[in-house]
C-alpha cells in the first residue's frame, strides 16, 4: 500500500509509459513490451543487445530521478510474506510466458495496435483483478 499516493502523480507516471511506448515505436519501430525486451536481452543475446540493455538500464534508473526530484523514496508498506511474493511472482512469471506478453505490452502497446490478442488478454487480466480485488476485500478473509 502507497501511503503518500497521489493521483497526479499516476497519471504523470501512465502519460510517460505511453509516450516512452510511442517515441521507441516510432524511432525504432520496436514494441515496448517489458517482458520481450528483458527476457530476449538475457535468454537470446545478439543483435538488440544495447537498445535492449539501455531499456533495462532505463527501467532501473527510473526510481533514481523519482529520489532526485521528490528528495525521498516513496513509502510502501507489502503485506505479503516472502512465500506468497515468491509465489505470486513466479505466477506472474508464467502468465506472462502463457499470454505471450505482460501487462504493459498488451495493455499499453497491443491495445494501441488495435491487436485482437491483446484485446482478450486484457479483458482476461483485468477479469481476474478485479475479481481478486473483489474476494479479498469482501469475500476472502485471511
Same mark, same amino acid.
Given at each position: ?48 543487445? !544495447?537498445?535492449? +540493455? @539501455?531499456? /533495462?538500464?532505463?527501467?532501473? *534508473?527510473?526510481? &533514481? ?5 521528490? %528528495? =525521498? ?10 512465500? !506468497?511474493?515468491? +509465489? @505470486?511472482? /513466479?505466477?506472474?512469471?508464467? *502468465?506472462?510466458? &502463457? ?5 504493459? %505490452? =498488451? ?13 482478450? +488478454? ?16 469482501? %469475500?476472502?478473509?485471511?
Amino acid at each position: 500500500m502507497i501511503t503518500d499516493w497521489n493521483p497526479w502523480q499516476a497519471l504523470a507516471g501512465g502519460g510517460l509509459i505511453g509516450l516512452s511506448a510511442a517515441f521507441l515505436l516510432l524511432s525504432d519501430g520496436k514494441i515496448a513490451g517489458v517482458s520481450g525486451i528483458v527476457g530476449r536481452l538475457f535468454l537470446a543475446p545478439g543483435e538488440g543487445t !544495447v537498445w535492449r +540493455a @539501455a531499456f /533495462l538500464a532505463g527501467l532501473l *534508473g527510473g526510481p &533514481l530521478l523519482f529520489v532526485a526530484f521528490a %528528495g =525521498h523514496w516513496p513509502e510502501i508498506a507489502i503485506d505479503a510474506s516472502w512465500p !506468497v511474493l515468491l +509465489a @505470486a511472482g /513466479l505466477l506472474v512469471g508464467a *502468465g506472462t510466458r &502463457l499470454g505471450h506478453g505482460c501487462t504493459s %505490452g =498488451h495493455g499499453v502497446c497491443g491495445l494501441a495496435r488495435l491487436s485482437p490478442r491483446s484485446m482478450v +488478454a486484457v479483458a482476461a487480466f483485468m477479469t481476474a483483478a478485479i475479481l481478486t480485488v473483489f474476494l479479498i476485500r469482501h %469475500g476472502v478473509r485471511s
